[in-house]
């Protein structure tokens, strides 16, 4: 076998882990994770598995790696091409709300429940959480400010205010999705969208 195939096997095996991982997690949590499942749900060895990542909590953090390219490509590059300010906000909404829509995890917002999971308990994987939602919400005011400068938005608006309201409409959503299957609840986030947004 060439050194060459070798590693191209080896990141094919250590995708085909997080991939699973990955819809595990969305269901049941990160603790939800163990070697044993992963190895027989694989057909691999534990010793197989553990050797991509080395310990249970470097796997979660790969997982919320990988969970993070889903929601990137998912979510923010659709909205890439628009411009940047309110239109880019609006693109980068419909994009968040067709993502829940769709149920692009199985589980409903990785992330969402990865914080549910672990926003008690301090450590690696907490902090990791912390930051992707940090990042996120970064981005979110980064195009209102945009919006504002441009006179999209109201003189005055706060951005803070604005992103607090649209993780609001998009958490609503998600907990309606999955904790009622209410469909009618991706409509309900859309007019909150515009009602801060504009039409």
Request: with cysteine; charged share 25%; glycine share 10%.
């Amino acid at each position: 076998m060439s050194p060459r195939r070798s590693v191209a096997e080896a990141l094919g095996t250590r995708a085909a882990i997080l991939d699973r991982s990955v819809a595990i997690a969305s269901v049941e949590g990160l603790e939800g994770l163990t070697i044993g499942r992963l190895a027989a749900e694989l057909g691999m060895s534990k010793s197989g598995v553990l050797g991509h990542f080395g310990s249970k909590e470097t796997l979660q953090l790969a997982v919320l790696d990988r969970a993070g390219q889903i929601f990137r490509a998912e979510v923010w590059e659709p909205a890439l091409p628009a411009a940047p300010g309110l239109a880019r906000l609006r693109v980068l909404c419909e994009a968040w709300i067709s993502y829940l829509e769709r149920g692009v995890f199985p589980g409903g917002c990785f992330f969402v429940a990865a914080a549910h999971e672990f926003d008690g308990r301090p450590g690696a994987v907490r902090d990791a959480v912390e930051a992707r939602f940090d990042a996120w919400r970064g981005r979110l005011a980064k195009e209102t400010r945009r919006a504002v400068a441009a006179g999209e938005l109201p003189a005055g608006t706060d951005p803070d205010q604005v992103v607090f309201e649209l993780l609001g409409a998009v958490m609503a959503l998600n907990h309606a999705l999955q904790l009622h299957g209410d469909h009618r609840a991706a409509a309900h986030a859309r007019h909150a969208v515009r009602a801060r947004l504009g039409a």
